[in-house]
């Protein structure tokens, strides 16, 4: 259970240092202009998510054996932007941080912590236009 306080408290610090790039904008304080604009090309759009979930203890089994009680809790941080190149085309890219702590289960080789780490990078074409 400390492991899950703890990766609840480091998600809670991480969220904030991710959206740190919308404090460094020129224009800190957003005016109704600023949400009707639409973006030009070049210019970036940037989206962070932070989600995390808790799944209750549960019956863990291997090779047909039940071992014990297990549960698990995950958080996902990711941040990601889209650079538009003309009213059609964009250029997408993301990173993401999927990880894993479960409740250690003696005889099942399974590691206490997951952690994964994801980059990607994509061209978009906007099949229909935004209505405004």
């Given amino acids: 259970m400390q492991k899950n306080i703890r990766?609840?408290?480091l998600t809670c610090c991480a969220a904030p240092l991710l959206?740190?790039?919308?404090?460094?904008?020129?224009?800190?304080?957003a005016t109704?202009?600023?949400f009707q604009r639409t973006p030009q090309p070049a210019e970036p759009l940037w989206q962070v998510n932070a989600n995390s979930?808790?799944?209750a203890g549960g019956t863990a089994k291997f090779d047909g054996a039940r071992l014990a009680d297990s549960d698990a809790f995950?958080?996902?941080?990711q941040a990601g932007t889209q650079i538009l190149l003309n009213d059609d085309w964009f250029l997408g890219l993301g990173l993401l941080s999927d990880n894993f702590s479960?409740?250690?289960?003696?005889?099942?080789?399974?590691?206490?912590d997951i952690h994964t780490l994801r980059f990607n990078a994509g061209?978009?074409?906007t099949l229909?236009?935004?209505a405004h």
């Fill in 128 to 130: 229909s236009p935004v």
């Fill in 7 to 9: 990766n609840i408290a």
């Fill in 19 to 29: 959206s740190v790039s919308a404090i460094a904008q020129e224009n800190a304080i």
């Fill in 123 to 125: 061209l978009g074409f």
């Fill in 32 to 34: 109704p202009g600023d």
């Fill in 53 to 55: 979930g808790c799944v």
């Fill in 74 to 77: 995950n958080y996902r941080l």
């Fill in 102 to 112: 479960l409740a250690q289960v003696s005889g099942a080789p399974i590691p206490a």
